[in-house]
Structure formats: C-alpha cells, structure tokens
C-alpha cells in the first residue's frame, strides 16, 4: 500500500473510532477489540488486492452487531464513499452491556483511596502544616498511583504492564521521598515540577491499556488530559464555593470550620477529584469532547494577538527578557499552553480537510512561541556563561530546547501541510512520538539530577 493510501485509511479509522467512543453504550474495552477486527478484516481484503477503501469499506459493513451504530455514521457523515454500503439494508440493535455501575464503585474505590493516601504520611509525623516539601513533591503520588490502578483496572491490562506501571511508580515513589532533598533546594523544586509530569504519562500507559506505541491510543490520551483538566477545573471551582459556604456558615453559628477544611476537605477532595473527573471525562464523551476543540478555537488567535505584541514591544523598547526563575516558570507555562493549544487543534482537526484560515493562525501563535523560546534559551545560555552552571539553569536550557525542537519542527510541518505539500496527518503523528522525549525528559530530571547536583 502507497504511503498516502496508509494515511488515507488511518484517518478513516480514527474517523469511526472518535464517532464509535462517543456512543455511550459502547465500552472502551468493546471499542478497542472492535477497532482490532476492523483493521483485521481491512489487512485481509487489501492482501486480496481491493484497494485501500474499498476494504475499509466492506470492513465495516461486516461488524455486525454494529449496523445501527455504522448506519447513523453514515448518516452523520454523508459525504463518505461508503454511505453506499452502510446505509443499506435494516439497521440492527446494538446490545452492548452497560458497565456504568461497576464503574462507578470502580471511581468511588480509587477516589477514596487517593483521599485516604493524602493523610496516610500524617500517621508517621508529617502533618501538612509542618512538612510542606514532602507534601508538594508527593502529591502528585497520591492521586496519580490510584488513576493509574482505575485505568489499568479499566483496561483490563495484563499483568506484565501491570509489572512496568508499579516499577514506574515506585520510581517515583523513590524520587520523590528517598533522596534527601531540603524543602528549599533548587532539585526539590525541579523534583516536584516534574515528577507530575513523568506520573501523568505513566498514568497514560494505564490510559492505552498498555499499547503505549500505537500513535492513536497516544492521541487518544491527549484528547483525554484536555477534558480531564476541563472537568477538574470546574469541580476544583465548584469545590471552592462549597468550601467558603461550609466556612461561612459554620462561623454564623460559632464553629471553626476553617481548619477542617485546610487538613480534610481540600487535599483529600484535591486527591479524590482526580479520579472522579477522570471518570466524567471516560462517562461523558459525547458532551465534553465538544469543549476543548472550542476552547482552542476561541484562544488561539487570542494567544496569537498576545505574543505578537509581546514580541513587538521586546523590538520597540529594545529590552531583554529577564531569567530568574520566577520568570522562566513564566515564559514555560506560556510555552506549554501555545503546545496544549497546538495539541488539541490537532486532535480536533479533521486531517482530510483542506488548510483553512485557522491553521494560518495556528502557525502564527507556533513561530510566536518559536521566536520567543529561541530568544529566553539565549538569555538562560548567557546567564550559564556569566554565572556558571545552576540545576534551575540546566533544567531550563533542556525544556527550551525540547520545546524549541517540537515547535520548530512543528512550524516545518504546518507550512508544507498549508503549501499542501505534506498531509497533516504527519504533524499529528510528530507530537505524539515527541511524547516519548517529554516523558524521557521529565524522568532525568526526577531521577538524575539531584545526585548530579549532589542535591543541592
């Protein structure tokens, strides 16, 4: 099969995918076996020499039990070749179990569980209020070891990811706790920057169901940390109403709840709320998965506006970014939201339409941020020949470059797709891959750097 015929049939089934798990009464677990035999069935009549459609097309008339469902995405998707095939004939029932209630007990479990671990460190003498350090390089270990045992549980994951998920976060465990780290070391703070970052992609390993290498299951954990934010947002917003009625009203009465809500009701609700939006996002598909593709749409030529003038005022007053630490933090976090929001325009995109006035101002807010990294990579490399070598120093020469690497080779692949010269299915499968280096990347610093800089 032609490469363009591979990216063809790629896009055709992440079109069926994405439309088959936003149907509530099929399972994750259904979804992947189903998309498993689809691709079975499709390598059969390739090698039976129908061309690449054509297979995909008979493919998915012969599911079966998924008539109905196959029917209504045609319908959906009426300018698809192969509404010839599906609609046809009467439409089945699609009888797939509902799982709701075991999950639910399921999240509850895990919820608590998160909540319970949060208080666990206070039976061995750290209280939040005295042992602070612990506590923010530990949290995300908290709630993040029990998502990954939800989704791992979820995904019915064998036992040898099982094996690699409990290494990984027993690694972490180790990072985060054995090393002897002062609260205000410089590798304390690197430590709880990005242990988060290395627990979250192990939780996407769990997410996968351990098939970490396929480029959609990856893509498929993105959409998913997108909507998981969304949803803790709200419920963290929600959360911080409810504590200030708990308080207000409790003191219209005389009783102190203030300090219940600091020790009891913030970090384990903080913990807890980390399975339950996880649980939303996996129960709700069909209503979330609208909102981060708006949210990108609305922000990003915000975004763009914002950074443009950013960079014209730098030119115009002719004054240089300023890199203590506070303000690399800064200019990362700017960096990580322009990657988010490069992220989810992808993972919204339909790959098979042509370049529109969108991607125009997608590459505009890329080569923005690009321009922006190069010129606080130089400041940090200047400061490093000036005062010499720092772990806060290292660490922000590594994220630059990590960043200036995905976004320039980012920029490359958005102005051939807009040239039409490449598909734009090869900027999708670029940052899925380069997740792998984010991840390789959190993982050094966590575990490499405070010996390195004798944890200082």
């Given at each position: ?20 798990h ?14 498993d035999?689809?691709r079975?069935?499709?390598s ?102 029990p ?14 990811v ?16 054995v ?6 070391a410089h590798?304390?703070v ?51 109403v ?5 308080i207000?009203?409790?003191?219209a ?53 914002v950074?443009?003038a ?9 004054t ?7 303000v ?9 939201v322009?990657l988010g929001?490069?992220l989810y325009?992808i ?8 370049p ?44 630059n470059?990590?960043?200036?690497a ?51």
């Open positions: 099969m032609a490469p363009d015929g591979e990216t063809t049939l790629d896009e055709q089934i992440a079109l069926w995918r994405d439309y088959v936003r149907q509530n009464s099929i399972s994750d677990a259904d979804a992947a076996e189903l998309e035999h689809l079975s069935q499709v059969e009549f390739t090698a039976a020499g129908l061309s690449s459609d054509e297979a995909f097309l008979i493919a998915v008339k012969r599911l079966g039990s998924l008539d109905a469902l196959s029917h209504e995405f045609a319908r959906e998707h009426s300018d698809r070749l192969w509404k010839q095939l599906v609609l046809a004939g009467e439409a089945g029932t699609d009888t797939a179990p509902d799982h709701h209630r075991r999950d639910l007990l399921a999240t509850v479990v895990s919820a608590v569980v998160a909540a319970i671990a949060v208080k666990v460190p206070v039976l061995f003498g750290l209280a939040l209020s005295g042992d602070e350090g612990f506590y923010v390089r530990s949290m995300s270990l908290f709630a993040l070891v998502l990954g045992g939800y989704f791992a549980w979820r995904r019915r994951v064998s036992w040898s099982v094996a690699v998920l409990a290494l990984l976060f027993g690694l972490g465990v180790v990072a985060a706790n090393y002897p780290l002062a609260d205000d590798t304390s690197l430590t709880a920057l990005h242990l988060p970052i290395a627990m979250w992609l192990v939780v996407g390993v769990a997410y996968a169901g351990g098939d970490w290498r396929s480029g959609s299951r990856r893509m498929d954990f993105i959409r998913f940390t997108g909507e998981w934010f969304i949803y803790y947002v709200l419920i963290a917003l929600g959360g911080g409810l504590t200030a009625v708990m207000g009203t409790f003191d009465i005389g009783l102190e709840a203030s300090m219940f809500a600091e020790e009891w009701l913030l970090p384990c609700g903080a913990a807890g709320a980390v399975i339950v939006a996880a649980w939303l996002v996996e129960s709700k598909k069909s209503v979330i998965e609208n909102m981060a593709p708006v949210l990108t749409r609305v922000f990003t030529p915000l975004f763009a506006a950074l443009l950013f960079l014209a005022a730098v030119i115009w007053t002719a240089g970014i300023g890199v203590d630490r506070d690399l933090i800064l200019f990362n976090a700017v960096l990580i322009v929001l490069l325009a993972s919204a995109r339909d790959g098979t339409a042509p529109g006035i969108f991607d125009w101002q997608l590459l505009a807010l890329v080569v923005c941020a690009l321009i922006i990294d190069a010129v606080v990579l130089a400041e940090v490399a200047s400061r490093i020949g000036e005062w010499g070598v720092s772990p806060n120093r290292v660490a922000a020469v590594g994220e470059v990590i960043l200036l995905n976004l320039a080779w980012s920029a490359v692949l958005l102005w051939t797709f807009l040239r039409r010269r490449a598909p734009f299915a090869q900027l999708e499968r670029w940052q899925t891959d380069y997740l792998v280096v984010y991840a390789g990347w959190a993982w050094l610093v966590v575990l490499a750097f405070p010996p390195l800089f004798d944890f200082a």
